[in-house]
């Protein structure tokens, strides 16, 4: 009844990691100051700080690798936070995120898009997270493998057009 002596219970048996896991290669996850934060303002209203519906910004990113049949599979993590601005009002922002993952010499191997919905309600901020665990790329043969994170803020804009 107290457990002691007789018929122990038995606990399921847990994956072990092996050492070898611990200490093999998982590239870490850049932000780009670039694609760190975001603003979204009300139409017509572009960079009127009066205009400015909500700022977005990453503040942490993570990762976690396995390896299995010559694959390397990645879940990567990010987290941040929105913050209302004096246009914003309650209701759901969706955050346009990017996971990118490049061989050495840029050839991209992963890249992909997601809408992140984030709700607000008031005038508070509210914090994030968003998980892409189906990462998957071949495992590399040196350790140069490079993951970005960050907001898709589209297309770059040609040094000329930034300035019209």
Do not use: H, W
Request: with cysteine; hydrophobic share 35%.
């Amino acid at each position: 009844m107290l457990g002691f002596g007789g018929a122990k219970e038995e606990k399921p048996q847990e994956d072990k990691v092996l050492a070898s896991e611990l200490l093999a290669y998982c590239p870490r996850v850049t932000v780009k100051e670039a694609d760190g934060a975001i603003n979204r303002y009300a139409k017509g209203g572009e960079g009127d700080p009066t205009k400015l519906t909500y700022q977005a910004s990453i503040s942490d990113s993570t990762r976690s690798c396995s390896r299995q049949t010559g694959m390397l599979t990645m879940k990567v993590a990010v987290a941040g936070r929105v913050v209302p601005g004096p246009a914003g009002a309650p209701g759901t922002v969706t955050l346009p995120i990017k996971v990118t993952v490049l061989q050495a010499g840029g050839t991209v191997l992963y890249s992909q898009t997601f809408n992140q919905q984030v709700a607000l309600a008031g005038n508070q901020a509210q914090q994030f997270l968003f998980n892409d665990q189906n990462v998957v790329v071949p495992i590399p043969t040196d350790n140069s493998l490079q993951v970005f994170a960050g907001f898709d803020t589209g297309p770059v804009k040609k040094q000329s057009e930034e300035l019209f």
